[in-house]
């Protein structure tokens, strides 16, 4: 069984009239080990761009991971591989095989990666139909509540109008996780990060087909070593208190606000997906009533779930002080992943104004990040910015756009801009 431990970071000082209150949980579990796959609880599903695009090199480096990707996966996890093109095909188990899913032993790893090797380029690329036949399929393994794909693509979502695949992403949220991978420079980052954010999984970009292997095989060798299904973060807050807002900020920014469901009536669940033995935070900003000074109030308790059962709880202050010492502090902790939630935010916005021949805004947007970048040491969001402004003054945030720059280097920055680095503690 695993073990949760939570940490609370936070200045639990407010002024006189202060409302707000910040704080910093660090969730960490161990023991989680191996996912159970004796029990057939796991599940993983490869799904591979067939389209016209992918001919040649694209496509041969895509089955080749794949086949990889099939070595990684452990023995009695049930598994399936599609090949999406404007339609969806389940490439194996074969389509005339009775099971829709088979657990994975070594007769069907073979045969798995000799159906792989058949895959041929052809069509469109419509993405709703690959996740809803992934979805279809992963629904007849109902004993399998861990369930994990991964997505890969060279081109955009041409086929089908961008509503279209929204409502299917809509649709399949909370029934698997998915990471999603693009490779060279054809496809959008937008597209993907709509997958990725929603199905609780992460977008990157494989700038040479190449290194797709080893990303499949780093990707399933991390679903494989996770031995929690789902959890979930709860945050009780008291009577008359607003949850401001609840974000994963470590290791990559997720905004899970808008995924809040009632746990009762003064506690908010939220999905975190699988663990393995790691350590996440997360940022919860609550509003309470102002009190006089000298009080003290619990502003939140933030805990983590698996199966409905509490594993671990940590407690928010706060208290009421005329002492301008004490409330004028910030805690590291919430400055530093503050500024590194507002570094993705302008990264993507100033790309996008850059895109759409917006010169001023992107260079705002773009210097501002670069100054967020230099004050939370985010050194890999820096070397990333340099690819694309040419930078005066780091710490006033003071850039020039490059002329002619490489896509690979504007989908690299878009694709790494909610990656951040851990506080230092």
Request: hydrophobic residues 40%; glycine residues 8%.
């Amino acid at each position: 069984m695993a073990v949760f431990t939570a940490e609370v970071f936070q200045n639990e000082f407010l002024p006189q009239g202060g409302t707000d209150v910040h704080a910093i949980v660090t969730l960490t579990s161990s023991g989680a080990g191996a996912a159970a796959t004796a029990s057939g609880g796991v599940a993983e599903i490869i799904m591979v761009d067939t389209s016209g695009s992918m001919s040649g090199r694209n496509l041969d480096a895509a089955k080749h991971a794949a086949q990889v990707a099939v070595d990684q996966i452990a023995d009695g996890t049930w598994f399936a591989i599609v090949g999406g093109s404007h339609v969806a095909q389940r490439i194996f188990p074969y389509p005339n095989a009775v099971r829709d899913m088979v657990q994975m032993e070594p007769g069907a790893r073979f045969e798995a990666k000799r159906a792989i090797s058949t895959l041929m380029p052809s069509g469109g690329t419509a993405m709703s139909t690959w996740l809803a036949l992934t979805d279809r399929l992963f629904a007849t393994v109902p004993q399998a509540p861990q369930r994990h794909a991964i997505l890969l693509t060279d081109g955009k979502n041409e086929s089908e109008p961008r509503a279209a695949l929204s409502a299917v992403v809509r649709k399949v949220t909370g029934h698997f996780q998915c990471d999603a991978r693009g490779v060279g420079a054809n496809w959008q980052v937008d597209e993907l990060r709509e997958i990725s954010t929603a199905l609780l999984g992460t977008v990157d970009l494989i700038a040479h087909p190449d290194d797709i292997a080893e990303d499949f095989r780093d990707l399933v060798q991390r679903s494989m070593s996770r031995g929690i299904a789902d959890a979930e973060l709860r945050v009780w807050a008291p009577q008359g208190a607003q949850v401001l807002f609840v974000r994963q900020v470590a290791p990559t920014v997720e905004d899970l606000t808008s995924r809040r469901v009632a746990v009762n009536a003064l506690t908010s669940g939220y999905p975190t997906g699988s663990w393995g033995d790691e350590s996440r935070d997360y940022h919860v900003a609550v509003r309470v009533g102002s009190k006089p000074v000298g009080s003290e109030q619990l502003a939140a308790r933030v805990q983590i779930a698996v199966g409905g059962e509490v594993l671990a709880s940590g407690l928010v202050k706060a208290r009421w002080s005329d002492d301008d010492s004490l409330t004028a502090r910030i805690s590291p902790e919430v400055a530093h992943y503050t500024g590194q939630a507002e570094l993705a935010s302008v990264i993507q916005e100033g790309l996008a104004a850059k895109a759409a021949g917006d010169e001023a805004t992107a260079t705002v947007k773009l210097g501002r990040a670069v100054q967020l970048a230099q004050e939370t040491g985010n050194d890999e969001a820096t070397s990333r910015l340099k690819r694309v402004v040419e930078i005066d003054d780091p710490e006033q945030g003071t850039v020039r756009l490059k002329r002619n720059t490489d896509k690979l280097d504007e989908m690299a920055l878009d694709t790494a801009s909610t990656k951040t680095t851990r506080v230092r503690k």
